[in-house]
């Protein structure tokens, strides 16, 4: 089994930074891509940025320019600073990992991190 684990959530005013970071341990063979999620309320689960066993980035437009994603392959982790936050950025922060290769994968979730944004 595997377990997801985030942390670095919490309130910030707009333009403020946050570090959020997530860590994947149990049984695990190789992890193929990692990737941060949000959700509000009444809306579906979008994807925020994720990256490769290679490294190669994705960004959604809205945060492109103000959030970096990262990973460190030897502890099985990935974090994603975020920068020059807006109001609009507030959600619950989801970490994804898949476990395998991309034709053959397991997808394992984080239990999700808030994160406020006030103006």
């Known amino acids: 089994q595997v377990k997801v684990v985030e942390s670095g959530g919490g309130l910030v005013q707009a333009g403020g930074s946050l570090r959020l970071s997530c860590a994947a341990s149990?049984?695990?063979?190789?992890?193929?891509?990692m990737g941060w999620y949000r959700q509000i309320p009444g809306k579906q689960r979008e994807l925020v940025a994720d990256?490769?066993?290679?490294?190669?980035?994705n960004y959604v437009g809205s945060v492109k320019g103000r959030f970096t994603i990262s990973r460190d392959n030897a502890k099985n982790t990935v974090s994603l600073q975020m920068n020059s936050l807006k109001p609009e950025d507030t959600a619950v922060y989801y970490c994804?990992?898949?476990?395998?290769?991309?034709?053959?994968?397991?997808?394992?979730w984080g239990q999700g991190t808030q994160v406020t944004v006030s103006s």
């Open positions: 994804k990992v898949e476990i395998g290769f991309d034709w053959n994968n397991k997808v394992y």
């Open positions: 990256i490769t066993s290679g490294s190669s980035t």
């Open positions: 149990g049984s695990i063979f190789r992890i193929n891509r």
